[in-house]
């Protein structure tokens, strides 16, 4: 069951009309389901049954409390890729130790901080990496626990900004040069291996890539085995689809049947431990942006429909080109179709949540972006010098604030003007 729909012509958030939600928080402003939320996350526990296997839920892709408390609850671990994502990890009960740590520049203080609380390990992406996380390591008496983030060669068949597994991209350790650095993982003293990583892209739609990557760490690994360096589990990354649009992207069970599958046969794969870093697949379709629209402007060339939510707000549109539906809340009123340009108040020809889009509304009426739940409110920013939006978590006929719009005076909170300038005039 799909947790937001229309009954009666109005668009419900789980049993929540998405219209009260508007009138009770305002607008632009972020709406989660939290039964979405969890069905997604079970989908993968279950899909991987009793082989041993850990749920690292990406943090970047959905950051609020409110969803890492939950998933928390349910057993999940987490993959952060700063000292942000760790605190708030903490901040939100989650288990240190079902954290990995993933990313290609972690700093010296962040890496003190994930040894301090006890990561479960530190995805490692390059050779100086290594001698970094041993040293601070041995300055703090610890022995820290990496797995290497293999960048295996294959195409995800994605957008080129989100393909991550491919030679010319920055991430992980050539595939060729792996066994060489696992070879000075264990030769430096304060490191312990118990690793083998690769996240290879977002958004995939097809199993096959996951499959040939796959295919690629198995051989490592049987290299790695010859050597003498056992490792207790393998991370797949994250990177599963979702449907924006009319994409067919494997379920997490048809992933999980496929991979098990090729695993099965090699030997000694029943004690590896899987470990999977779902971010999209767990929160996009799980939360959706509302936005009024404040003004028609018809057009020669084209219709724009103006929102009160810009590329500030949420930044898929113009970042990737991405098709996002967009949905009028209420359908009940009569109103004429035309097709418009959904555009925000930024100023920026760029600015826009979607075009093209036939549309039965008028000035005043909600519109609900969705599959908005990751890559939304995380990568919003104050250009513009407009506040962040609000978070809303629905939960059954329940809304909860989980984050308030930010307040205009925190838009310059730390800024200072120059001790000359502070009143009066020169
Ligand atoms: C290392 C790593 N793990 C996990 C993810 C989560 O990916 P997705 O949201 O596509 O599942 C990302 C983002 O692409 C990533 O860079
Ligand atoms: N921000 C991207 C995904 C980035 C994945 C991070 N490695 C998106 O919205 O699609």
Same mark, same amino acid.
């Given at each position: 069951?799909?947790?937001?729909?229309?009954?009666?012509?109005?668009?419900?958030?789980?049993?929540?009309?998405?219209?009260?939600?508007?009138?009770?928080?305002?607008?632009?402003?972020?709406?989660?389901?939290?039964?979405?939320?969890?069905?997604?996350?079970?989908?993968?526990?279950?899909?991987?049954?009793?082989?041993?296997?850990?749920?690292?839920?990406?943090?970047?892709?959905?950051?609020?409390?409110?969803?890492?408390?939950? #998933?928390?609850?349910?057993?999940?671990? /987490?993959?952060?890729? *700063?000292?942000? !994502? +760790? %605190? $708030?990890?903490? @901040?939100?009960? =989650?288990?240190?130790?079902?954290?990995?740590?993933?990313?290609?520049?972690?700093?010296?203080?962040?890496?003190?901080?994930? #040894?301090?609380?006890?990561?479960?390990? /530190?995805?490692?992406? *390059?050779?100086? !990496? +290594? %001698? $970094?996380?041993? @040293?601070?390591? =041995?300055?703090?008496?610890?022995?820290?626990?990496?797995?290497?983030?293999?960048?295996?060669?294959?195409?995800?068949?994605?957008?080129?900004?989100?393909?991550?597994?491919?030679?010319?991209?920055?991430?992980?350790?050539?595939?060729?040069?792996?066994?060489?650095?696992?070879?000075?993982?264990?030769?430096?003293?304060?490191?312990?291996?118990?690793?083998?990583?690769?996240?290879?892209?977002?958004?995939?739609?097809?199993?096959?890539?996951?499959?040939?990557?796959?295919?690629?760490?198995?051989?490592?690994?049987?290299?790695?085995?010859?050597?003498?360096?056992?490792?207790?589990?393998?991370?797949?990354?994250?990177?599963?689809?979702?449907?924006?649009?009319?994409?067919?992207?494997?379920?997490?069970?048809?992933?999980?049947?496929?991979?098990?599958?090729?695993?099965?046969?090699?030997?000694?794969?029943?004690?590896?431990?899987?470990?999977?870093?779902?971010?999209?697949?767990?929160?996009?379709?799980?939360?959706?942006?509302?936005?009024?629209?404040?003004?028609?402007?018809?057009?020669?060339?084209?219709?724009?429909?103006?929102?009160?939510?810009?590329?500030?707000?949420?930044?898929?549109?113009?970042?990737?080109?991405?098709?996002?539906?967009?949905?009028?809340?209420?359908?009940?009123?009569?109103?004429?179709?035309?097709?418009?340009?959904?555009?925000?108040?930024?100023?920026?020809?760029?600015?826009?949540?979607?075009?093209?889009?036939?549309?039965?509304?008028?000035?005043?009426?909600?519109?609900?972006?969705?599959?908005?739940?990751?890559?939304?409110?995380?990568?919003?920013?104050?250009?513009?010098?407009?506040?962040?939006?609000?978070?809303?978590?629905?939960?059954?006929?329940?809304?909860?604030?989980?984050?308030?719009?930010?307040?205009?005076?925190?838009?310059?909170?730390?800024?200072?003007?120059?001790?000359?300038?502070?009143?009066?005039?020169?």
């Amino acid at each position: 069951m799909d947790h937001f729909e229309y009954r009666d012509g109005v668009l419900y958030g789980e049993d929540v009309p998405l219209s009260r939600v508007a009138e009770q928080f305002g607008t632009p402003c972020y709406v989660y389901s939290r039964a979405t939320l969890a069905r997604h996350f079970r989908a993968y526990t279950e899909a991987l049954g009793s082989h041993p296997h850990l749920i690292c839920y990406a943090v970047k892709a959905n950051t609020n409390l409110a969803v890492l408390g939950l #998933l928390a609850r349910m057993g999940s671990g /987490f993959d952060i890729v *700063s000292v942000g !994502e +760790l %605190e $708030r990890v903490l @901040a939100a009960g =989650g288990d240190p130790a079902r954290v990995v740590f993933s990313g290609v520049a972690k700093q010296e203080a962040e890496m003190a901080r994930a #040894l301090e609380v006890g990561i479960k390990c /530190f995805n490692v992406e *390059s050779r100086p !990496e +290594l %001698e $970094r996380l041993d @040293a601070v390591a =041995g300055r703090l008496g610890k022995v820290a626990p990496v797995s290497l983030r293999v960048n295996p060669d294959v195409d995800a068949g994605t957008h080129p900004y989100i393909s991550t597994g491919l030679k010319d991209n920055k991430f992980g350790i050539p595939v060729d040069e792996a066994l060489a650095a696992y070879e000075l993982a264990t030769e430096l003293p304060h490191l312990k291996v118990v690793g083998l990583d690769c996240h290879i892209g977002s958004q995939l739609t097809e199993i096959s890539p996951f499959l040939d990557a796959l295919d690629r760490l198995l051989v490592l690994l049987e290299r790695l085995r010859e050597c003498g360096i056992e490792v207790e589990h393998l991370d797949l990354g994250g990177g599963l689809g979702v449907p924006y649009r009319n994409e067919h992207p494997p379920s997490p069970f048809d992933y999980a049947t496929a991979l098990l599958e090729r695993l099965s046969k090699w030997p000694g794969s029943e004690r590896l431990t899987l470990l999977f870093e779902p971010g999209r697949s767990i929160a996009a379709n799980a939360g959706v942006l509302l936005t009024r629209v404040e003004f028609l402007k018809p057009g020669e060339t084209r219709n724009f429909a103006i929102v009160d939510a810009g590329m500030n707000d949420l930044i898929r549109p113009s970042l990737y080109q991405a098709w996002q539906a967009i949905l009028p809340v209420d359908t009940r009123k009569p109103r004429d179709t035309a097709t418009y340009d959904v555009v925000g108040p930024v100023c920026e020809t760029g600015d826009f949540l979607g075009k093209d889009r036939a549309l039965a509304i008028a000035a005043d009426d909600l519109l609900a972006v969705r599959s908005a739940g990751a890559y939304g409110f995380v990568m919003a920013s104050n250009y513009n010098s407009r506040p962040r939006p609000a978070e809303v978590m629905v939960d059954g006929d329940r809304a909860h604030l989980v984050r308030r719009r930010e307040r205009l005076e925190e838009l310059w909170a730390g800024e200072a003007l120059l001790p000359e300038d502070e009143g009066g005039s020169r």
